[in-house]
């Protein structure tokens, strides 16, 4: 039988595959995490954008030059999506500290693991 998982009608756009990790050790709720895999077809843009329909989105990349060109992509594709950033001095997602990255996520109503709130 398959288990179905809870929908919260909440996605994170992210970039890669470390990015993801990342973020599901500190979420606490079902969140959907998808990755671009850096840079994204209009074809990949498109099927996303029918995948979440109806849901919040966060987009959550990289503070570099491929994640700000993701953003301006999604900022006019996906215009209600929600953009979270990571301080600017870690550059990277993956390179961030859990406890910043709960933080921009709490921010954002995102249930985080209590212990990355210390």
């Known amino acids: 039988m398959a288990m179905l998982v809870e929908e919260t009608g909440k996605v994170i756009i992210v970039e890669g595959r470390s ?4 973020i599901e050790s500190i979420i606490k709720e079902p969140i959907e995490i998808i990755c671009t895999n ?3 077809s ?4 498109d099927e996303i ?5 109806q849901k ?6 990289d503070s570099d030059d491929s994640g700000n060109k993701l953003r301006k992509q999604f900022k006019r ?3 209600e999506a929600e953009h979270l950033y990571i301080d600017k001095m870690y550059r990277e997602v993956a390179a961030a500290p859990k406890n910043h990255i709960a933080t921009v996520l709490l921010s954002a109503n995102i ?3 209590a212990e990355y709130l210390i």
């Open 19 to 22: 990015d993801k990790k990342r």
């Open 38 to 40: 850096g840079t994204i």
């Open 42 to 45: 209009v074809a990949r843009l």
């Open 49 to 53: 954008i029918d995948t979440i329909y």
């Open 56 to 61: 919040e989105v966060y987009i959550l990349v």
């Open 77 to 79: 594709e996906l215009p």
């Open 111 to 113: 249930d985080v693991n």
